[in-house]
């Protein structure tokens, strides 16, 4: 997690800031890249094109939240594997041997997916993926993927204690974070730092609002599809979950 993904992009070697971006830089958003827009209508600028932007910041100092990562990091992962393309991986890898369906329906102008949003999965397949990392990475008896790997998922940094390795993380941020990075202001900060929900929540957010939320304490895998609308209130979906009641007061 810690080589440089300059291993899967030989030309960012040439490139002094970009030749020490991490795969776990790109992953917990901390890359430093410049932030790709989404294009117009169903496609958007390529994974090449995404992972030649100019750097915006020294890598590792502060947190970008983006699919850009993503799709850079799928982009550094294919090249890697050489044989293999990210998403035919990814099928093989994992979601096979889980038994689960992914449709790509928004892909880049290349015809690679979009990895941060662009995949759509019905409300029990995401389900069944989040049972699969909540029994942390093995399914019927079989590990899938390492456990001690798949935990570095749920570890923050200190750019964003709330965000680990493409997953939300319940745990304290400073106010001044909170107000600096979109998501924390608009939706995650107030769960975060919320004293009444359980330490070991975390979740995954799909765009237009879609959420997979895990609590291992108590076996608990949520997932809510719906409209992305701005009345969609975090903490108030998850006090009616596990208080019965309005959120209130975090």
């Given at each position: 997690?810690?080589?440089?993904a300059?291993?899967?992009?030989?030309?960012?070697?040439d490139d002094?800031?970009k030749?020490?971006?991490?795969?776990?830089?790109?992953?917990?958003m901390?890359?430093?890249l410049?932030?790709?827009?989404?294009?117009?209508?169903?496609?958007?600028?390529?994974?090449?094109e995404?992972?030649?932007k100019?750097?915006?910041?020294?890598?590792?100092?502060?947190f970008?939240?983006?699919?850009?990562?993503?799709?850079?990091?799928?982009?550094?992962?294919?090249?890697?594997?050489?044989?293999?393309?990210?998403?035919?991986?990814?099928k093989?890898?994992?979601?096979?041997?889980?038994?689960?369906?992914?449709?790509?329906r928004?892909?880049?102008?290349?015809?690679?997916?979009?990895?941060?949003?662009?995949?759509?999965?019905?409300?029990?397949?995401?389900a069944?993926?989040?049972?699969?990392?909540?029994q942390?990475?093995?399914w019927?008896?079989?590990q899938?993927?390492?456990?001690?790997?798949?935990?570095?998922?749920?570890?923050?940094?200190?750019?964003?204690?709330?965000?680990?390795l493409?997953?939300?993380?319940?745990?304290?941020?400073?106010?001044e974070?909170v107000?600096?990075?979109?998501?924390?202001a608009?939706?995650?900060?107030?769960?975060?730092?919320?004293?009444?929900?359980?330490v070991?929540l975390?979740?995954?957010?799909?765009?237009?609002?879609?959420r997979?939320?895990?609590?291992?304490s108590?076996?608990?895998?949520?997932?809510r599809?719906?409209?992305?609308?701005?009345?969609?209130s975090?903490?108030?979906?998850?006090?009616l979950?596990?208080?019965?009641?309005?959120?209130?007061?975090?």
């Amino acid at each position: 997690m810690d080589n440089p993904a300059s291993e899967g992009i030989p030309e960012w070697k040439d490139d002094p800031a970009k030749a020490t971006i991490t795969y776990r830089q790109l992953l917990n958003m901390t890359s430093g890249l410049t932030r790709s827009t989404t294009g117009n209508g169903p496609t958007a600028p390529a994974w090449k094109e995404q992972a030649g932007k100019p750097i915006a910041t020294k890598p590792g100092e502060r947190f970008e939240y983006g699919a850009f990562n993503q799709n850079v990091f799928a982009y550094a992962l294919t090249r890697k594997l050489g044989k293999e393309t990210f998403e035919a991986f990814l099928k093989r890898r994992v979601l096979d041997p889980i038994g689960v369906k992914v449709e790509w329906r928004l892909r880049c102008d290349d015809g690679n997916p979009w990895v941060g949003g662009g995949a759509w999965m019905t409300a029990r397949d995401w389900a069944v993926f989040g049972e699969f990392v909540r029994q942390g990475g093995s399914w019927k008896g079989r590990q899938i993927v390492d456990a001690k790997l798949l935990a570095q998922c749920f570890q923050g940094t200190e750019q964003n204690p709330a965000y680990g390795l493409t997953w939300w993380l319940k745990a304290p941020v400073r106010a001044e974070l909170v107000r600096e990075i979109p998501l924390l202001a608009e939706e995650w900060g107030v769960v975060a730092n919320s004293k009444w929900l359980p330490v070991d929540l975390v979740a995954a957010f799909g765009g237009g609002k879609q959420r997979l939320y895990l609590i291992p304490s108590l076996k608990l895998v949520v997932v809510r599809q719906g409209h992305g609308t701005k009345e969609f209130s975090e903490v108030e979906f998850l006090s009616l979950l596990l208080r019965g009641k309005s959120g209130g007061k975090p």
